[in-house]
């Protein structure tokens, strides 16, 4: 975690002044970061407050880089470990994150941090812009670190004794010595039992992670694009089944703007267009309720991607930036399961 260590002791700290830097000078910074992958299926989703700023996202993306690259290389590391060994990796880890954690609450005090000066409606983000940067970051991270500590446990569930279990109330009360917020922006991703897919299964791939669990944002997605055949576009059609629900799970999983970017390359709002004469503004509705995402955003991400004199802030809808993310995702599943 070597970026989280520079934003919280080095030359990364936020609130540094020789990090009060202009927009301009992040954009590239935040282009030639790629997004790490994780190697294993998450149990939590954090949604935070919409970034402040080119810093905040760029800051966001290393905090999410050095998380995913931890715990990647934990469950690499414990794959085949004896249950001794277990049991010390998962001690260790824990008490690296609940002192990070600590630490955060020591810098949220000392810098005199709050989190209802950026959570309002009220505020006003062109004023002590520093100041909110840094807010938004610290308690950023310190959501990401929470997220992390409930990955593990969850990863190694069954090693870990019923009273050590921890919800994300105990870390505000544990660690920061204070009630949760009553919006922690960190919750479960429920899923359901199914028999069936909506989409066909074959004989031989009844083990598909997509067919046995599906959570009821694949079922809401495949339930509103199946309107309009998605299914029947021409680069699913070359994927396999499990190829079709591994990259439906990137579509409803990932963030808006990446969603936006893969429905464009598949071709999706192109055929919307041709076979079934949508408008414009009927299109953005409809990837509206398909993404569970506001139409503005929708929108400004979709102008970004296929107008390139549109006068959208392509900072506030980044969905240009995941153009080339979304073809090597596309390609990687597609060398694993074509038909």
């Keep these: 975690m070597k970026n989280i260590h520079k934003i919280m002791f080095g030359e990364l700290r936020p609130w540094s002044e020789s990090n009060a830097q202009v927009d301009e000078y992040y954009k590239p910074l935040i282009r030639s970061l790629k997004l790490v992958q994780p190697d294993f299926k998450s149990n939590y989703e954090l ?20 998380l995913t690259e931890y715990c990647n290389t934990l469950f690499s590391e414990t794959q085949n470990a004896s249950s001794n060994r277990i049991a010390y990796k998962v001690n260790k880890t824990n008490n690296e994150l609940y002192a990070r ?42 959501s990401a670190l929470i997220k992390c500590c409930l990955e593990v446990q969850q990863h190694f569930i069954d090693s870990i004794h019923e009273d050590d279990r921890m919800e994300v109330a105990d870390f505000y009360i544990r660690f920061l010595q204070q009630q949760a917020p009553a919006h922690s922006f960190i919750s479960e991703i429920t899923t359901i039992q199914v028999k069936e897919s ?38 699913l059609e070359t994927l396999n089944v499990k190829g079709q629900n ?68 392509k900072y506030k809808y980044p969905a240009e930036n995941y153009k080339k993310d979304t073809q090597n995702d596309y390609n990687a599943i597609l060398a694993k399961h074509h038909k």
């Design 246 to 313: 591994e990259l439906i799970y990137l579509v409803i999983n990932k963030d808006v703007p990446y969603a936006v970017a893969m429905m464009v390359y598949l071709g999706y709002l192109d055929k919307l267009k041709q076979d079934y004469s949508l408008s414009k503004e009927k299109i953005y509705a409809h990837l509206s309720k398909a993404l569970k995402s506001n139409t503005r955003t929708i929108k400004g991400n979709c102008l970004v991607l296929i107008n390139p004199n549109t006068t959208e802030d």
């Design 47 to 66: 949604k935070f407050i919409r970034e402040i700023s080119v810093k905040t996202q760029y800051f966001k993306k290393l905090i999410e880089n050095d």
């Design 101 to 142: 954690i600590i630490k955060l609450s020591e810098i949220i005090k000392t810098q005199n941090l709050e989190l209802s000066n950026i959570n309002s409606p009220y505020t006003d983000f062109s004023t002590d812009k520093l100041y909110k940067e840094s807010t938004y970051i610290i308690f950023y991270l310190l």
């Design 198 to 235: 909506t989409t066909k299964i074959q004989e031989n791939e009844k083990d598909d992670f997509a067919t046995q669990v599906l959570s009821t944002k694949y079922q809401s997605f495949m339930e509103t694009v199946s309107i309009y055949q998605f299914m029947a576009l021409s680069k």
